[in-house]
């Protein structure tokens, strides 16, 4: 059996994300695949999971996006799809809030906010704390609680966030939420 690839799935995969994720992929050492964004996901997750395997060295961050499709859209399918492959071992999620008229929601273990902080509550897609501890609304975030990760962490809209988390800003809110899914999966002490 060939090694597991390990790879941090992002909730988003628009050109603000693409941006922000590649910067942050280059800043840590880790690979980003390109090809993963499109506002809705183009890729299927048989195709993502074999650019998964061709990237040079890990982490692998890959973006999914369902363009505000409500339920199970394309960028769900294909998470899901790369989550469960046997050949991919998933540090964690960065869930990706937005506006979805509250229809779509998961849990998560804990949120970066557009200051940098953390914060238990959950985050709107400007980066602002929300009313509920835990538990955040967004766009692709819909099967997440199917899936057993290490960790999720919720952050506002990648790349935006009142240009806090600008890509020529270094991305800072979206670097330090994949921070801290690499050090409390372990990924520092293989």
């Not at 992002?10 to 910067?23: F, L, N, P, Q, S």
Request: with cysteine.
């Amino acid at each position: 059996m060939a090694e597991r690839r390990r790879v941090i799935l992002i909730t988003d995969g628009d050109e603000y994300a693409r941006r922000a994720v590649e910067h942050v992929a280059m800043d840590i050492g880790g690979r980003c695949i390109s090809m993963s964004h499109g506002n809705p996901t183009v890729l299927t997750g048989a195709e993502m999971v074999e650019l998964i395997k061709k990237a040079h060295h890990d982490p692998v961050l890959v973006m999914f996006d369902d363009s505000g499709f409500v339920g199970e859209g394309a960028g769900e399918q294909a998470l899901m799809y790369v989550a469960r492959h046997p050949d991919i071992e998933v540090l964690g999620v960065l869930a990706v809030a937005s506006k979805t008229r509250q229809a779509e929601w998961t849990k998560v273990d804990i949120c970066v906010d557009r200051y940098g902080e953390l914060t238990p509550y959950g985050v709107d897609k400007y980066g602002e704390p929300e009313m509920d501890i835990g538990r955040m609304n967004g766009d692709t975030v819909y099967c997440l609680d199917q899936l057993d990760v290490p960790i999720i962490v919720g952050v506002g809209d990648i790349g935006k966030m009142a240009r806090r988390d600008h890509y020529e800003k270094g991305a800072p809110i979206t670097k330090k939420a994949i921070e801290i899914i690499l050090e409390r999966s372990g990924f520092y002490e293989h």
